[in-house]
């Protein structure tokens, strides 16, 4: 008996703590039964206590008690005719209800649940219902490249990618876009799996399962296309893809980044390809960019696009568009659709560079970093909203999964606020929502000078007093949070050292300087160091992402791979000690002169003005243009941003710190106050990446200084005294010209310091 009673008060128990009872319908499809399946592996359907109906909105009411029934009637009544991927949740009596519009509906209102019930206390609830969402945008992907060239993907197996495309799902994606295995990269990684038509063949077969598009990506890289031996060697190569692949939705061919095909030769041979595309796939939609294209590539473009193409769906717009979406969307015809093809995994020399990007943070965290956006992100979408129909998101890797999922909740609800996501984020992956706002504190510590920014440390200490994950996106947001307390204790040393061997210097004492120069880091630097490598390892380990490349075979230090930059001199110690060298190999009164133009460095002489144009703080005569807010991809304003150098090859800061614009747009420096009766000298330093173009610098936009000139050197210094009418009225404007009408990126007017000083 006392055996019988225990069963029984073990069962009770059992049955107390029994997770949701999940109610399917009888006629479900294939589609609705895999995410059935999918909804009963999440730790979340645990938490749910009472009836969950996870069913195509026609299904509902079948599966309901008749008090439920009479409620969920009342309310769906008011909601509009079935929209394509829309879902309803609505609760009632312990019953919660999970109503997709169509399967994918299905599979996005399965998702909003996984991302909004509660964790810990109140564990389950859910809040806000019942409510409605139409997916804003229609099209709401990611690219994918299973290529050296990115910072993880080419390390995930196919169990890998498929938990990621469910994270995705969850926070609203419905396709995935994906590299061709030849591209402007290596055929091979070193750190594959699998080889990557394999791999791409299951991915594909994956997106089927879970009802998502499987978009191609398709750059046409042979050298010349006019040439039919070429060109027949493109097309059978394309038609053998496309046939071996189980699943395409959609083709893009971009028309450059990469490439190089005009548009008269690309038109042809996509019109061409579309045809071998749909004999395989025959639904499968077909869009094009004209990125790289000139000005007269982009007049043929536009010409082509108001004939009547009907094997081409619409235009996809990304980095390298000298016309901008707006323009894009304004100049083709409306029967096309326009998707946008949004760098968000870039911080500099990219289509969205963020603003003010500390010189420090850009020399070590780099172009390709962990980089959550909650707020900026959320701008450029709203920004450019109005103008896509969809978007694809360009990625290279995990370094920029906030991103991704700000991306997609946008798209599928765009009422959404960056703080929302953030804490949605937070909530799904690491299962507290507070987590949201070290994503909001990591984006603040790029705000400003590196050294006052006082989010640094606060953001740090937050993500310390939350629990502890063992999960590869805890280990990341550790990972840069730790890094930026590391750049900014640096930044505040290397500064002191520098300026205490200037005051050595300035005591003729070069011993000490040459001490101040070489005092090693504390040991709080170097315990960040430590664990910022060891976090390193645990993310190569979890989820392949490759921060080193001596240690993770990155394929560049650019490429994500900033654990190599954690030691690189964020002063001017080498090129300093160099000049000491120089200096103390001198006999009296050189030694004497050249020590005192030193120390003078770059203060201009009495009345005279001095600007170094990448620092934001010490650059008062450049007019910066439009703001981020109004122009976040900077077509019409000032870029400040870093050459491909650092201060250990013997450059100064302010010789790899420069300011440039793009395309048309001057670049513009503009004095008041100037003394009438005096003629002035310019001195100016061009620095910058290494390739450069010729630059046309012009006075008061009347009076030619110099006319197509390239750098010479890098850095290359140029002085000129000045006509004496460009300053006669106390006024003048310097702007420095591109070559008209250039395509690619728009960059290389790039200019580091300028004096102007009275003769």
């Known amino acids: ?17 029994q997770a949701a009872n999940l109610i399917t319908a009888p006629d479900a499809s294939p589609q609705a039964q895999t995410t059935a399946a999918w909804f009963r592996e999440e730790p979340v359907l645990g938490a749910l206590k009472g009836q969950v109906v996870l069913a195509q909105r026609s299904q509902v009411a079948a599966l309901l008690t008749p008090r439920v029934r009479a409620a969920w009637q009342d309310w769906s009544q008011t909601l509009p005719a079935a929209r394509s991927e829309a879902y309803a949740l609505f609760s009632k009596d312990n019953w919660l209800i999970i109503a997709g519009d169509d399967d994918r509906g299905l599979m996005f209102g399965m998702g909003h649940v996984l991302r909004k019930a509660e964790r810990g206390r109140g564990r389950g609830r859910l809040r806000g219902l019942p409510l409605y969402v139409t997916p804003d945008k229609a099209i709401r992907a990611h690219q994918i490249g299973y290529r050296f060239k990115n910072n993880s993907y080419d390390a995930f197996t196919l169990a890998m990618f498929e938990r990621h ?68 060697t493109e097309l059978k190569r394309f ?193 507290d929502a507070r987590f949201g706002a070290v994503l909001e504190g990591l984006e603040r510590n790029w705000r400003g000078p590196v050294r006052r920014n006082g989010d640094i440390p606060r953001t740090l200490a937050m993500l310390k007093t939350l629990p502890h994950r063992d999960n590869w996106r805890y280990d990341m947001l550790a990972y840069r949070a730790l890094y930026d307390a590391y750049v900014q204790r640096r930044v505040v040393a290397e500064t002191q050292r520098e300026e205490a061997a200037y005051k050595a210097l300035s005591e003729n004492n070069f011993q000490a300087a040459r001490s101040a120069l070489s005092t090693p880091d504390d040991a709080d630097t170097q315990a960040l160091r430590t664990e910022i490598h060891a976090l390193a390892g645990r993310l190569y380990t979890a989820i392949g992402l490759q921060l080193s490349v001596r240690l993770y075979g990155a394929s560049n230090w650019e ?50 003005f001095y600007d170094d144009l990448g620092d934001p703080q010490a650059s008062p005569h450049l007019v910066r243009g439009t703001d981020w807010a109004t122009d976040p991809q900077r077509m019409a304003g000032v870029i400040e941003s870093i050459a491909d150098r650092t201060p250990d090859d013997g450059w100064r800061l302010a010789w790899i710190t420069y300011a440039e614009a793009l395309y048309e747009t001057p670049l513009e420096l503009r004095y008041e106050g100037l003394d009438r009766s005096r003629t002035y000298r310019l001195k100016i330093v061009y620095a910058g990446e290494d390739y450069a173009l010729p630059l046309t610098l012009i006075a008061n936009d009347t009076t030619t200084l110099h006319a197509g000139r390239a750098r010479r050197s890098n850095p290359e210094t140029v002085e000129m005294d000045l006509p004496p009418e460009v300053t006669a009225t106390g006024r003048l404007s310097l702007k420095w010209f591109r070559p008209q009408g250039l395509g690619g990126s728009g960059r290389g007017r790039q200019v580091a310091q300028a004096w102007l000083y009275p003769r």
Not at 1 to 17: E, F, P, T, V, Y
Not at 200 to 210: N, T
Not at 212 to 222: A, G, K, W
Not at 560 to 585: F, K
Request: glycine share 8%; hydrophobic share 40%; aromatic share 10%.
């Open 1 to 17: 008996m006392a055996r019988l009673l225990c069963l029984c008060l073990w069962l009770c128990l059992c049955l107390s703590a």
């Open 165 to 232: 495309l469910r994270d995705l799902i969850v926070f609203g994606t419905n396709g995935l876009q994906w590299i061709a295995p030849i591209s402007d990269d290596a055929a091979e990684s070193p750190l594959f799996p699998a080889p990557p038509l394999d791999t791409l063949i299951g991915v594909s077969r994956l997106a089927e399962r879970y009802g998502v598009d499987f978009h191609l990506y398709y750059p046409q890289m042979m050298a010349d296309y006019g040439d039919p031996a070429q060109r027949a």
């Open 239 to 431: 038609e053998a893809l496309v046939r071996a692949t189980p699943h395409i939705n959609s083709l893009f061919i971009p028309g450059g980044d990469p490439g190089h095909t005009p548009p008269d030769i690309l038109f042809p041979l996509i019109r061409d390809e579309a045809a071998i595309l749909r004999r395989y796939h025959p639904k499968a939609t077909v869009w094009v960019s004209a990125q790289g294209f000139d000005k007269a590539q982009y007049e043929r473009f536009y010409a082509l696009m108001a004939e009547e193409n009907l094997w081409l769906t619409g235009v996809f717009v990304g980095p390298q568009s000298r016309d901008g979406l707006p323009v894009q969307r304004a100049r083709i015809p409306a029967r096309y659709k326009v998707l946008f093809y949004p760098d968000i995994a870039h911080t500099l020399h990219a289509q969205f560079p963020v603003p003010g990007f500390d010189a420090a943070l850009a020399l070590t965290e780099g172009r390709e970093p962990i980089n959550p956006q909650p707020q900026a992100q959320s701008h450029i979408y709203r920004h450019f909203a109005a103008d896509f129909d969809g978007f694809v998101t360009y990625s290279e890797g995990v370094t920029d999964d906030v991103n991704k999922m700000l991306w997609v909740g946008l798209g599928i609800d765009s009422a959404q606020t960056p703080r929302t996501m953030a804490a949605d984020y937070g909530r799904y992956f690491l299962g």
């Open 559 to 608: 490429r994500g791979a900033n654990l190599d930059r954690l030691e690189v001199s964020l002063n001017d110690r080498v090129w300093l000690t160099r000049q000491m060298d120089e200096i103390e190999a001198l006999p009296e009164p050189n030694r004497a002169d050249r020590l005192a133009a030193l120390l003078r460095r770059d203060a201009p002489p009495p009345g005279g």
